[in-house]
C-alpha cells in the first residue's frame, strides 16, 4: 500500500479546508487535502460575511477571489410586508471589512481549492476517508480514491474541515442533535433581468413570508439570483403534492415582492430542498485533531453565518496547529473551543431571535436607535467576537430585553 507522509492532512477542500491549509503552508509545512468530490460541485452558503475577509486575507486567498468578479456586497435588507430595515457594513460599530461577495459556492470554492494547491498544497480530490488510527498525535488514514486505489497519509496532525461530511464525528461517534428545531429550505437559481429595477443587485435581501417562514434573495453578477424559502417542513407538507418546481413557482408568486421580479423567470435547475442542517459535536478537538467549521456545528442560513463561521475557526485553528507543530504547548479548551463557541453562540441568539419574533420587534421598529442599529449591523456583518460591542458581549439579554422595551413602550412601532 502506497503510503505518503506530511505534516497535517486537511480534510475537506471548502473554505474551511482552503483556508486551513492556505495559513498553514504559509507557515512552511507540508500540507495534504482529500475532498471526496469533483469540484466545481454545487453546496448552499452563497452569502458572505465580511468577517471571513480576514481569514481569506491571512490564507492569502482574497487576490484569487477578488479576480473572479463575483457579486459585491454591501449589507443585507430586511422586509416584512411594507415595513423595510437596511443594514449597510460601512455603517458597522467594529472596525474591520464594510463588504465581501456573494457568490455560486462551486466557483468560489474551487476558486479557493486551486489557489492553495498553486501554493503547493496537494489535494486529493474525489477521494473519500475510511479509517484513521491515532497514535499520540501521529495519525494514519486511509483513502480509497475513485478508482479504488487504497493508500495511507501518516500525518503528525489533522484538521476535519469535511463540513456536511462530519468524517471524525462519524468514525468516532461524536455526533449530537442540535438544540434548534428542525427546519427545510427550498431553493433554487432564478434568470433576474428585473433586478435593476428593483435596486437590489449588492445585497442580500431577507424577506418574511410567514412569522416562522422567510426568504432569501441573493444575485449574483452573473445576472442569476439565488432564491430560497425557509421553513418548518410542515410549511412544505402544504405543497407536497406538487413537484419542486410547481411548489417554487408557486411559493414565489404567493409573494408580492417576489412575483413581478421571478414570477415568470427561467429556473437554472430543478430546485433542491436541504433539511436536517442543525447538527453539533460532543467535543471539537483531541490528540492530533481538530475540528473545524460545520464539522463543529451548523445552526441556520439565517444571517449567512456557515462560512464566517467556517473560516474564522480554521483561521483560529490553523494558528493553533502551527503553534503546536513549533513545539509550544495549546490550551485547545482555551484558545479554540471557547472563542469558537462564543461565536456560535452569539450567532445563535439571533437565529432564535429571528424565529421567535424577538428580532423583528427590534428590526422592523419604526425608531430604532442610530447606535443600537450600528451595533447590531457588527453582528450581522460576522464581527461576533468584538466585546466592546455589547451585542455581542450581553448580547441573549440585551436582544430580549430591547424587544420588551419597544413592546411595553412603543407597541405600535413594532406592530
Given at each position: 500500500m502506497?503510503?505518503?507522509?506530511?505534516?497535517?492532512?486537511?480534510?475537506?477542500?471548502?473554505?474551511?479546508?482552503s483556508?486551513a491549509?492556505?495559513?498553514i503552508?504559509?507557515?512552511?509545512y507540508n500540507?495534504?487535502?482529500v475532498?471526496k468530490?469533483?469540484f466545481?460541485?454545487?453546496v448552499?452558503g452563497?452569502s458572505?460575511?465580511?468577517r471571513?475577509?480576514?481569514?481569506?486575507?491571512?490564507?492569502?486567498?482574497?487576490?484569487?477571489v477578488k479576480a473572479?468578479?463575483f457579486?459585491?456586497?454591501?449589507?443585507?435588507?430586511?422586509?416584512r410586508k411594507?415595513d423595510?430595515?437596511?443594514?449597510?457594513?460601512?455603517?458597522?460599530?467594529t472596525?474591520?471589512?464594510?463588504?465581501?461577495?456573494q457568490?455560486p459556492?462551486?466557483?468560489?470554492?474551487?476558486?479557493?481549492a486551486?489557489?492553495v494547491?498553486?501554493?503547493?498544497?496537494?489535494?486529493h480530490f474525489e477521494t473519500?476517508?475510511?479509517?484513521?488510527?491515532?497514535d499520540?498525535?501521529?495519525?494514519?488514514?486511509?483513502?480509497?480514491?475513485?478508482?479504488?486505489?487504497?493508500?495511507?497519509?501518516?500525518?503528525?496532525?489533522i484538521?476535519?474541515?469535511?463540513?456536511?461530511?462530519r468524517v471524525i464525528?462519524?468514525?468516532f461517534n461524536?455526533?449530537?442533535p442540535?438544540?434548534l428545531?428542525p427546519r427545510k429550505?427550498?431553493?433554487?437559481?432564478?434568470?433576474d433581468?428585473k433586478r435593476?429595477?428593483h435596486n437590489?443587485?449588492?445585497?442580500?435581501?431577507?424577506l418574511?413570508?410567514?412569522?416562522?417562514?422567510?426568504?432569501?434573495?441573493i444575485?449574483?453578477s452573473?445576472g442569476?439570483?439565488?432564491?430560497?424559502?425557509?421553513?418548518?417542513?410542515e410549511?412544505?407538507d402544504?405543497?407536497?403534492?406538487?413537484?419542486p418546481?410547481?411548489?417554487?413557482?408557486y411559493?414565489?408568486?404567493?409573494?408580492p415582492?417576489l412575483?413581478?421580479?421571478?414570477?415568470?423567470?427561467?429556473?437554472?435547475?430543478?430546485?433542491?430542498?436541504?433539511e436536517?442542517?442543525?447538527i453539533t459535536?460532543?467535543?471539537?478537538?483531541?490528540?492530533?485533531?481538530?475540528l473545524?467549521g460545520?464539522?463543529t456545528?451548523?445552526?441556520?442560513?439565517?444571517f449567512?453565518?456557515?462560512?464566517?463561521?467556517a473560516?474564522?475557526?480554521?483561521?483560529?485553528a490553523?494558528n493553533?496547529?502551527?503553534?503546536?507543530?513549533?513545539?509550544?504547548?495549546?490550551?485547545?479548551?482555551?484558545e479554540f473551543v471557547?472563542?469558537?463557541?462564543?461565536?456560535?453562540?452569539?450567532f445563535?441568539t439571533?437565529?432564535?431571535?429571528w424565529?421567535?419574533?424577538?428580532?423583528?420587534?427590534i428590526?422592523?421598529?419604526?425608531?430604532?436607535n442610530?447606535?443600537i442599529?450600528?451595533?447590531?449591523?457588527?453582528?450581522l456583518?460576522?464581527?461576533?467576537?468584538?466585546?466592546d460591542?455589547p451585542?455581542?458581549?450581553?448580547h441573549?439579554?440585551v436582544?430580549k430585553?430591547?424587544?420588551?422595551?419597544l413592546r411595553?413602550?412603543?407597541p405600535s412601532a413594532?406592530a
Amino acid at each position: 500500500m502506497q503510503t505518503q507522509e506530511v505534516d497535517v492532512l486537511v480534510i475537506g477542500a471548502g473554505p474551511s479546508g482552503s483556508v486551513a491549509a492556505g495559513i498553514i503552508k504559509k507557515a512552511g509545512y507540508n500540507v495534504h487535502m482529500v475532498e471526496k468530490e469533483k469540484f466545481p460541485r454545487f453546496v448552499i452558503g452563497e452569502s458572505l460575511l465580511p468577517r471571513c475577509m480576514e481569514a481569506l486575507e491571512e490564507a492569502d486567498l482574497l487576490d484569487a477571489v477578488k479576480a473572479q468578479g463575483f457579486q459585491e456586497k454591501f449589507g443585507a435588507k430586511f422586509l416584512r410586508k411594507d415595513d423595510v430595515c437596511d443594514f449597510n457594513f460601512d455603517e458597522q460599530f467594529t472596525e474591520g471589512f464594510s463588504w465581501t461577495w456573494q457568490v455560486p459556492r462551486g466557483d468560489f470554492d474551487k476558486t479557493l481549492a486551486d489557489e492553495v494547491q498553486r501554493k503547493g498544497v496537494t489535494v486529493h480530490f474525489e477521494t473519500t476517508v475510511t479509517d484513521i488510527k491515532f497514535d499520540g498525535t501521529n495519525s494514519t488514514t486511509t483513502i480509497v480514491d475513485k478508482e479504488g486505489n487504497v493508500s495511507e497519509i501518516k500525518a503528525k496532525f489533522i484538521v476535519d474541515s469535511s463540513g456536511y461530511g462530519r468524517v471524525i464525528p462519524r468514525l468516532f461517534n461524536l455526533d449530537k442533535p442540535s438544540n434548534l428545531p428542525p427546519r427545510k429550505s427550498l431553493f433554487a437559481h432564478v434568470n433576474d433581468p428585473k433586478r435593476d429595477v428593483h435596486n437590489e443587485p449588492n445585497r442580500i435581501m431577507i424577506l418574511v413570508h410567514q412569522p416562522q417562514t422567510w426568504i432569501w434573495v441573493i444575485p449574483f453578477s452573473t445576472g442569476v439570483t439565488s432564491v430560497g424559502f425557509v421553513g418548518s417542513p410542515e410549511f412544505f407538507d402544504e405543497h407536497k403534492d406538487k413537484t419542486p418546481e410547481a411548489q417554487l413557482r408557486y411559493l414565489i408568486n404567493s409573494e408580492p415582492h417576489l412575483k413581478e421580479r421571478f414570477g415568470n423567470e427561467t429556473f437554472m435547475f430543478e430546485p433542491k430542498t436541504l433539511e436536517g442542517w442543525s447538527i453539533t459535536t460532543e467535543q471539537f478537538f483531541g490528540d492530533g485533531f481538530v475540528l473545524t467549521g460545520n464539522v463543529t456545528e451548523f445552526l441556520d442560513p439565517m444571517f449567512s453565518s456557515g462560512v464566517t463561521l467556517a473560516t474564522a475557526s480554521s483561521q483560529l485553528a490553523a494558528n493553533l496547529v502551527i503553534k503546536q507543530l513549533q513545539g509550544n504547548k495549546v490550551n485547545w479548551d482555551q484558545e479554540f473551543v471557547k472563542p469558537t463557541m462564543q461565536g456560535v453562540d452569539v450567532f445563535r441568539t439571533y437565529v432564535m431571535g429571528w424565529y421567535d419574533g424577538t428580532l423583528h420587534d427590534i428590526f422592523f421598529t419604526k425608531d430604532i436607535n442610530p447606535e443600537i442599529k450600528k451595533q447590531i449591523c457588527s453582528v450581522l456583518a460576522g464581527y461576533v467576537w468584538d466585546t466592546d460591542n455589547p451585542f455581542v458581549k450581553k448580547h441573549d439579554r440585551v436582544v430580549k430585553s430591547l424587544s420588551e422595551f419597544l413592546r411595553m413602550n412603543n407597541p405600535s412601532a413594532v406592530a
